[in-house]
């Protein structure tokens, strides 16, 4: 997950842009900031068969591979997803990912995505 400098944006770019850095101020540990990787968790590989990051999603906003919010939002759900499903619910991962999974939501209720009307034309 390398990131590439910053090309010219779409007005849907720097509205997913604005949204994952707010995504990532739920996660100040970083838990999801990187792939997870086999060695930190072991049997990953085997249990996630989608995995997500914020990293794969910075890269994808960059690379404009999502044509809508909604798109946007599936990465997000399936990362916080993938932590609920491969993590026992005591765990620091799960309780984070279920919290970071509503924050994100909370973000994108209709009342308030005014910033995301005045972005995308
Ligand atoms: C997101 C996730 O499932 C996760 C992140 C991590 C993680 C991420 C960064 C540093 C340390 N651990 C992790 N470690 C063990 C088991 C699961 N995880």
């Given at each position: 997950c390398v990131l590439r400098q910053r090309q010219e944006r779409t007005p849907l770019q720097r509205a997913l842009e604005h949204l994952l850095k707010k995504l990532e101020q739920r996660d100040p540990q970083q838990f999801f900031a990187w792939p997870v990787t086999d060695n930190i968790a072991p049997g990953y590989s085997a249990i996630i068969t989608s995995p997500m990051d914020f990293c794969t999603m910075r890269q994808k906003v960059d690379d404009n591979q999502y044509n809508n919010l909604q798109d946007f939002l599936a990465d997000f759900k399936l990362m916080c997803t993938n932590a609920m499903q491969y993590n026992?619910?005591?765990?620091i991962y799960y309780k984070t990912s279920k919290k970071l999974l509503h924050a994100g939501l909370r973000l994108v209720q209709p009342d308030k995505i005014g910033w995301l009307i005045t972005l995308t034309p």
């Amino acid at each position: 997950c390398v990131l590439r400098q910053r090309q010219e944006r779409t007005p849907l770019q720097r509205a997913l842009e604005h949204l994952l850095k707010k995504l990532e101020q739920r996660d100040p540990q970083q838990f999801f900031a990187w792939p997870v990787t086999d060695n930190i968790a072991p049997g990953y590989s085997a249990i996630i068969t989608s995995p997500m990051d914020f990293c794969t999603m910075r890269q994808k906003v960059d690379d404009n591979q999502y044509n809508n919010l909604q798109d946007f939002l599936a990465d997000f759900k399936l990362m916080c997803t993938n932590a609920m499903q491969y993590n026992q619910s005591d765990t620091i991962y799960y309780k984070t990912s279920k919290k970071l999974l509503h924050a994100g939501l909370r973000l994108v209720q209709p009342d308030k995505i005014g910033w995301l009307i005045t972005l995308t034309p």
